[in-house]
């Protein structure tokens, strides 16, 4: 069957469910932001406690990180992501998101082949590009020093 672009369009366009901007951009704004002041409330309560601002960072990190896969494995952060749409990508939690949840669904096929390999199919290119670009990044920064005789 070839259609055209225009055909596929029209075609997504009648299946697809209809989507309420004025719900949704204010949704995603109150979720994220909600997650991004969690974080903020954490930072602040561990740098309270005594910890260093590094070391208050890092465990607000963590604390996200863990937070978020838990709720993923709970089935609590897709019904968030229900209401709040893009504002759950806030960039940490929506990571973690991402790794767990391909390893859930494909746990049954056991720990190698199943939790491990899916684990990092969506996170794996972003870790990939990401490792990637800071290599030409620093191959270019040492180039442009090196004719440059320093900054």
């Given at each position: 069957m070839n259609i055209s672009n225009q055909e596929y369009g029209e075609l997504a366009k009648r299946h697809s469910p209809p989507s309420s901007m004025?719900?949704?951009i204010p949704m995603a704004f109150v979720i994220g932001g909600g997650i991004c002041t969690l974080g903020e409330a954490l930072l602040n309560l561990y740098e309270y406690l005594g910890m260093g601002k590094t070391n208050?960072?890092?465990l607000t990190s963590m604390t996200l990180i863990f937070l978020s896969a838990l709720f993923t494995g709970l089935k609590l952060y897709d019904r968030l992501a229900q209401c709040g749409g893009a504002g759950t990508l806030v960039?940490?939690?929506?990571f973690a998101n991402a790794m767990v949840s391909p390893a859930l669904d494909f746990k049954s096929e056991g720990f190698v082949l199943g939790l491990g390999a899916k684990m990092f199919s969506i996170a794996g290119p972003v870790i990939v590009y990401g490792i990637s670009?800071?290599?030409?990044?620093?191959i270019i920064y040492y180039i442009v020093i090196?004719?440059?005789?320093g900054l």
């Open positions: 004025y719900k949704t208050a960072g890092a960039p940490i939690t929506g670009a800071s290599v030409l990044y620093g090196l004719f440059m005789g």
